[in-house]
């Protein structure tokens, strides 16, 4: 009896000081709320496509869609894979941009919807070793890339939506959506009734097969053989049809302590972060969550050869800023060539994007969601200080008269300067808020920030 107390005792024990190392939640995510912002790439076979196929420039949808959009046939688009040849691959050079740009951490799609993936896999030959004349694992001289620069590496897997492994669900998309393809009616008459595939092989396997076989053993490669991984970035909840299969995928997780999980597991899925995506919330709407909006630079996630729509280094930096003072994160995407370069036009933007964080990086990282209520000038993060606030004012519409009211703030101000010059500012008191006084012109063209001390705490509105 004695010696099963003590057995018992030394169970408990055992179990206690295993528990205390697992880091709490807000352990976790301490790294990540200092971040503030990263970079996602979407990479694979549909970037050989380009958002066109058969001469038909893709009609709708995103470029890595191209394979469900124009319903090309699996083995067809598998005979493309050989093709895929990224001989411009240089992932130092991915992760050094990712730094130069003031990203902390990158995260890619190890396997997006078609299924291919981007590193060595046994559980499936659809992979880039087996699949391709390239040959070589692409994930794990990225890994010991983003070590060398001090970048945190995520994978975005693609758990449920898989077109060409065979049982993954499809996500319906209809034939007609894609291009002039004459069987369309034939084969929007077959995604009807096969739930959205449309390829009779996509249907030799089930979806619990399909887990078992495909979806656990990669996201156990990608946990145990690249080193540390600090975030599993999954996709497309609803159309995870088990919730066996999610909570498998889920138990995977414990293979990297301190790995940090979306919400896009299963539908209700909490993760530890929210994903909202394309679009910034309304700070009301996240306030105390943790949140991440991710979002395309241009029009597409997978690179598109005529893409249009790239958004201005003026309004990245404006979105970077707007987030950061809502207290999210910021994954700005980068879909690659084919042969595994940047387009011209996301060097440039994350160019400028570093070159404003170098001077303003102080308001964005580290910092937390605005104090203030809505500011008609630009936006507002704070540092809290001992018994102080530190307040970043970020303006994006200098006023002309030289005088910017912060309305409702009527703390006394301890220090007033320009992040940009550190030169110092006079500030007044009125009954409802305070006045900066600025010089005529703004230090910098997109935002410029005044730092501000005041006394004590601000409580959020
Ligand atoms: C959507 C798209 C997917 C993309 C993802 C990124 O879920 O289906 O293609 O990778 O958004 O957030």
Redesign the pocket.
Known sequence: MKKRIFILIVISLISIATNAQQPTQSERLAWWHEAKFGM?I?WGVYSLYGGIYNGHQQARG?A??ILNRCKIPVAEYRETAKQFNPVNYNPEFWAKMAKEAGMKYLII?AK??DGFALFHSKASNWNVVDATVYGKDLLKPLAEACRKYGIKLGF?Y?QA?DWTNPGGSA?RRLMSEGWPNPDSTKIDNYTKIHDGKWDPVQETSTFDEYIDRVAVPQVQELLSDYGDVSILWW??ATQMKSIEGAAKLKKLLSLQPKIITNDRLYPDFPGDTK?P?QAIPDQSSVAGQNWET?MTMSNS?GYKKNDTGWKSTETLIRNLVKIASRGGNYLLNVGPRPDGTFPDECIQRLKEIGEWLEVNGEAVYGTQASPLGLLTWGQCTQKPIKNNTILYLSVFDWPKDGKLTVQGLKKEVIMAKLLATGADLITTKTADSLIISLPVTAPDKIVSVIKLEVKGKIFNK
């Open positions: 996602f979407h995103d890595a869609w799609t997006h919807h975005y693609s939506v996500a996709d497309y994903t995506e991710c996630w």
